[in-house]
């Protein structure tokens, strides 16, 4: 297990965490370890915060279940650009609609009325609305990424001969075996953080919708 391990979503660098570590260039299985921490730090930190940081690519078919909804609330967000949106079967272009990046949303602006002499809402349909976009972070944000290396350096801290016993990543704990093979202990790994890399991942967790 190398670089080439490391999964695309990961919120933090293998040369940064080890470093950080103080593990410097050790390679070899302590090596392999620590990829395969940041690989599990990265997706516990996604599945906790409900979101993928990393930038890629989407497209969703949005139900239209209102007569009256003119904005889409995407899944992923920072939005960094749409790449096509369609109404149905009406491409949209960029002008007719406003994007609100930090949010992850995306509205008809009073130009559509305007300009195809409809009401300024999607088309009432299943998956009647349909958007290309990219979003997420092309660079990782500093903040996040140290609270990566923190839930990295407890996993690697907790580490054991005798190891996990069951991992919970929707809950985001686990249970560790102990000396005595009869115990074992639930670790919650998101309480067990520094305070300070607990803020920083409920500020990425909150998503505060605002038109």
Do not use: W
């Amino acid at each position: 297990m190398g670089l080439s391990d490391l999964n695309p979503h990961i919120l933090v660098g293998l040369t940064d965490t080890m470093g950080y570590l103080g593990l410097g260039n050790v390679a070899g299985t302590t090596q392999d370890l620590i990829v395969d921490l940041i690989n599990r730090g990265s997706k516990i930190i996604e599945s906790y915060c409900n979101r993928t940081f990393a930038a890629f690519t989407y497209t969703e078919e949005i139900d239209v279940n209102d007569e009256f909804m003119d904005t889409l609330i995407l899944k992923q967000y920072p939005i960094i650009s749409v790449v096509a949106l369609t109404d149905y079967t009406t491409v949209v272009e960029s002008n007719y609609y406003v994007v609100y990046a930090d949010d992850g949303i995306v509205k008809l602006s009073s130009l559509y009325e305007s300009l195809y002499g409809y009401n300024k809402y999607f088309t009432q349909g299943y998956q009647y609305a349909k958007i290309t976009y990219r979003a997420g972070y092309e660079a990782m944000p500093q903040d996040l990424g140290q609270a990566c290396i923190e839930l990295v350096q407890f996993l690697y801290n907790e580490r054991t001969d005798t190891g996990f016993e069951s991992e919970k990543i929707g809950d985001y704990s686990y249970r560790r075996r102990g000396r005595d093979p009869g115990r074992a202990r639930e670790v919650n790994i998101m309480a067990s953080l520094p305070m300070s890399a607990q803020l920083t991942l409920s500020n990425y967790r909150k998503r505060n919708v605002r038109l």
